[in-house]
């Protein structure tokens, strides 16, 4: 492990029994208790580069302090565009940014966006109070404007800091405010989080002794990796993504878990909860009847589904969920595209430029539409068409190439450079490229020749025509699949 992974490792250790202690902490201490780890973490970790977080603190403050109703369009143009400073830093000859400082720079963007477009919400909510004397439907909506002290101890809580997870200020406040955080359950979901992070550990430490990701990023790849045959190139890949998969979930499970022992995002299950966003719906619980709490607010992996879901769009689901809650919530909804295809392209390259400017994020990050477009293709017009038992062998095939695709497109993001995944993706020949375009030609084929129709009994036994292939059926199909099944592949 190289020292930057050990003190992230650390970081994430202390932050647990740590946690434990906050809830012992009345509202105020807990806020300034809070600020003050969490400053102190930047400090040590980042040194002069703080400054760099502190400028996009007061930024985005000034702006929303000055024009509340264009603020979210604004912070999010200050942020992004504060990256873009803050990455080419060293260019401009300002030193270098730590790796430590890139980490809360990401997560402190999310916030700062988060927080303006929560701020507008209140105001419009108020305004719409006084104007029909009737109190606001919102669920989690603020109840006053933050102050400064207030946006500031948001922003340096020490709460995934470094790590994620990305969560709104309403669930920051709703942290303070617990009337009894010490009755909140804590030590067994911690527990429960936590006890894969050892198998993901080991199993990080041994593969990445075999196959290294520093080597993937290393001259001897490129010189000698063409000596060896197509299947040995293709496998490479594979492991590769192994062994970025199992650093991130022992990493972000154990961050869920710094966040579990200090009741952070701890809501009862009524209030049907997102990773990221909170209670979505008013929850008024039975005073007479336990309850149940979880913590899915800040849950940020879902290591099961992201191996085993079938498509790339619920892939897309499952890893880094809160992060992907702000980009469906805050970019795609103001798109400047209508289509499907070119929102979800313009939001991976949203979420390419949040991860960084190298161009294997953008090679990566925009080979998934056309992944999406690929597997809807297939659905409507060959899936479709099958029985029950086909379709069980076209979802495990279905998996298959899900899986091959996400290796695939991991290699962006281990080479970083556009020749590096350029050459690498050409030494497999483009395959993935290939099929997925495959996919989508055969699909259009057999549209045409009239798959894109079938006939299906209606509930009542008549038979109907029924159309594939819209956004709005599409989607209905997908969330009934995934209420059925979870979205995973049938076994026979």
């Known amino acids: 492990m190289s020292p930057d992974e050990l003190v992230y490792l650390g970081f994430i250790a202390l932050s647990i029994p740590v946690g434990f202690l906050f809830r012992y902490l009345s509202p105020p201490v807990k806020q300034?208790?809070?600020?003050?780890?969490?400053?102190?973490?930047?400090?040590?970790t980042c040194q002069v580069h703080t400054l760099h977080s502190l400028i996009t603190i007061l930024g985005t403050w000034v702006i929303i302090k000055l024009n509340w109703r264009?603020?979210?369009a604004l912070s999010l143009g200050w942020t992004f565009l504060y990256l873009l400073f803050f990455r080419k830093a060293e260019d401009l000859g300002l030193p270098r940014p730590t790796p430590f400082s890139n980490a809360i720079q990401l997560i402190l963007t999310l916030k700062m966006v988060s927080l303006a477009n929560e701020v507008k919400t209140f105001h419009q909510e108020k305004k719409n109070e006084v104007s029909s004397f009737a109190k606001s439907p919102v669920v989690g909506g603020l109840s006053s404007e933050p102050s400064l002290y207030d946006v500031i101890s948001y922003s340096y809580c020490y709460v995934g800091i470094m790590t994620g997870p990305f969560f709104r200020y309403q669930t920051f406040v709703d942290w303070l405010q617990q009337p009894s955080p010490?009755?909140?359950p804590g030590r067994e979901p911690c527990l429960l989080r936590l006890r894969m992070v050892p198998v993901y550990g080991a199993l990080f430490l041994v593969f990445n002794h075999y196959f290294p990701l520093d080597y993937v990023r290393g001259d001897k790849f490129q010189d000698q990796f063409l000596q060896h045959n197509f299947f040995f190139r293709f496998f490479y890949m594979i492991v590769t993504f192994f062994v970025f998969r199992m650093r991130f979930y022992a990493a972000w499970c154990g961050a869920e878990a710094g966040c579990i022992s200090a009741g952070l995002g701890c809501y009862p299950e009524g209030a049907q909860s997102k990773?990221?966003?909170?209670?979505?719906?008013?929850?008024?619980?039975d005073p007479d009847a336990p309850v149940k709490y979880d913590f899915r607010t800040i849950q940020n992996i879902d290591c099961y589904n992201t191996d085993f879901c079938v498509k790339v769009r619920h892939g897309m689901r499952y890893?880094?969920?809160?992060?992907?809650?702000?980009?469906?919530?805050?970019?795609?909804?103001?798109?400047?595209?209508?289509?499907?295809?070119?929102?979800?392209?313009?939001?991976?390259?949203?979420?390419?430029?949040?991860?960084?400017?190298?161009v294997g994020y953008y090679l990566s990050f925009l080979t998934i539409p056309l992944c999406i477009a690929a597997e809807s293709a297939m659905e409507a017009c060959v899936r479709s068409r099958l029985g029950?038992?086909?379709?069980?062998?076209?979802?495990?095939?279905?998996?298959?190439?899900?899986?091959?695709?996400?290796?695939?497109?991991?290699?962006?993001f281990v080479l970083l450079r556009a020749d590096d995944t350029l050459h690498y993706w050409h030494s497999i020949y483009f395959s993935m490229h290939l099929v997925a375009l495959a996919c989508i030609v055969v699909g259009r084929v057999m549209k045409k020749g009239g798959g894109g129709r079938r006939e299906k009994k209606s509930e009542g036994g008549e038979r109907e025509g029924v159309k594939e292939g819209t956004a709005t059926e599409t989607a209905e199909v997908e969330k009934s699949r995934e209420d059925q099944d979870g979205g995973k592949p049938k076994a026979e």
Request: charged residues 10%; aromatic residues 18%.
């Open 70 to 72: 264009r603020a979210p």
């Open 388 to 412: 029950e038992r086909g379709q069980a062998v076209f979802d495990w095939v279905h998996w298959f190439l899900k899986m091959r695709a996400y290796d695939y497109m991991c290699m962006g």
């Open 32 to 44: 300034g208790a809070a600020l003050l780890v969490g400053l102190t973490v930047t400090i040590t």
């Open 275 to 285: 990773p990221g966003g909170g209670p979505t719906v008013q929850y008024n619980p």
């Open 182 to 184: 010490q009755s909140l």
């Open 319 to 358: 890893w880094n969920m809160t992060v992907q809650w702000w980009l469906h919530h805050y970019i795609y909804p103001n798109a400047p595209f209508k289509a499907y295809a070119l929102r979800a392209g313009w939001t991976m390259l949203i979420s390419a430029y949040w991860h960084g400017l190298h």
